[in-house]
């Protein structure tokens, strides 16, 4: 029983390791801690010898001081190429500048790409900004459609000029479609133009201009043999015998059945032996 004005010694706290009497537990002096431990780690009433106590702050002290920061924060592939271009705004027409000292290619071009835009969108403001994906005018389709059919109505009654005129609008109403619709619709109406209007070229003996047209339109539609059989023909017409049945070999690649090909090709064989027996 305890006298008044006595203490009694301080219960250690639950769960705290102690020896005799309640004292915290002493680490002998050949105690050595696993690789790695700190002071923290230690359980509660540990204390070991002073030597092996400033050991362990020294080489904690160590580990704070060169431990590595926190990670970079993440970055895009977009912001990590990103590097500033010397783009200019035209004060007059708010386009950016089309000439750009000391730009890439690559930046001369999209800033093209992004001045047809805004010219688009001003000239079509019916349009809402953005625009829906593959937002189609139902009227150009009809006006192409049009152009085309009194073309080829021209061309059959022989008015060759005229039909060379429908064909060329017809050309310009596919090209000035918006940078937003489908392009394959853009480049199928453009082929087709071309194609007409190389035809019409050709029966007007202007077969310069009958074959820049069928070139363009190989390298808008490769796999129509439609091309490669206008090309040929020109080519032909220009005395240009044996680049003539090159022409339409290849078109005979994507479509061997093509009897308009075909034929085209017996009769630059037959044209290509005249040629080395004269």
């Known amino acids: 029983m305890s006298t008044a004005g006595a203490s009694s010694p301080r219960p250690p706290p639950q769960g705290s390791p102690t020896g005799p009497q309640g004292q915290p537990i002493r680490l002998p002096p050949n105690f050595r801690p696993p690789p790695g431990m700190t002071l923290q780690q230690l359980p509660p009433g540990v204390r070991p010898p002073p030597q092996l106590l400033a050991q362990m702050q020294q080489a904690q002290q160590q580990q704070q001081q060169f431990a590595p920061g926190p990670p970079p924060p993440a970055v895009s592939p977009s912001e990590a190429d990103f590097e500033v271009q010397p783009v200019q705004v035209n004060a007059s027409s708010t386009h950016l500048a089309q000439t750009l000292y000391g730009a890439t290619?690559?930046?001369?071009?999209?800033?093209?790409?992004l001045?047809?835009?805004?010219?688009?969108?001003?000239?079509?403001?019916?349009?809402?900004?953005?625009?829906?994906?593959?937002i189609m005018k139902p009227t150009r389709s009809a006006q192409f459609n049009k152009a085309k059919d009194e073309g080829n109505a021209k061309f059959r009654d022989g008015k060759l000029q005229d039909a060379v005129r429908f064909f060329t609008l017809a050309l310009e109403l596919a090209a000035d479609r918006p940078p937003w619709e489908a392009s394959a619709l853009a480049r199928d109406e453009m082929a087709v133009a071309l194609s007409n209007r190389s035809a019409a070229y050709f029966n007007l003996g202007d077969w310069i201009n009958s074959l820049s047209d069928a070139d363009a339109v190989v390298k808008l539609?490769?796999?129509?043999?439609?091309?490669?059989?206008?090309?040929g023909k020109a080519l032909a017409a220009l005395g240009r015998t044996q680049d003539a049945r090159d022409a339409i070999a290849l078109g005979l690649e994507f479509d061997p059945a093509n009897a308009e090909l075909l034929k085209e090709l017996e009769d630059l064989d037959e044209a290509l032996r005249k040629e080395k027996e004269e």
């Open 221 to 231: 539609k490769r796999p129509w043999t439609k091309g490669h059989f206008r090309k």
């Open 115 to 134: 001045n047809h835009l805004a010219k688009t969108l001003k000239k079509f403001p019916e349009y809402a900004v953005p625009p829906p994906p593959n």
């Open 105 to 113: 290619q690559e930046v001369i071009d999209s800033v093209a790409a």
